[in-house]
């Protein structure tokens, strides 16, 4: 996926509005399970270092309503999150 091609990436939580990312932002990719595709933004967010994982809100995952879809980032590109599974 080339700059052009992240940039027109729909942004985790985004309202359906206005989906796109934003200059100035940091994004990283969530790559597999329910969110595949998404952009999660993570500009600020983990200060000093990339958090060991995330557990994201979803409706769409194995557990429907009130289930989370974790993600990992990858150990060799911190702009590309994993999918580790679902949990509740």
């Known amino acids: 996926m080339d700059e ?3 940039m ?3 942004v985790y939580g985004a309202e359906h509005g206005d989906p796109g990312p934003r200059t100035g932002r940091a994004y990283a990719q969530l790559v ?5 595709g998404l952009l999660l933004d993570v500009t ?3 200060g000093t ?3 060991e994982s995330v557990a994201l809100p979803t409706e769409i995952g194995r557990y429907g309503p009130g ?3 974790v993600y990992a ?3 060799t590109d911190a702009r ?3 999918w580790q599974g679902d949990i509740r």
């Open 4 to 6: 052009a091609d992240f």
């Open 8 to 10: 027109r990436g729909r």
């Open 32 to 36: 597999g399970g329910p969110l595949d």
């Open 44 to 46: 600020g967010t983990f």
């Open 49 to 51: 270092g990339v958090p």
């Open 67 to 69: 289930g989370r879809a």
């Open 73 to 75: 980032p990858r150990p």
């Open 80 to 82: 590309r999150f994993d």
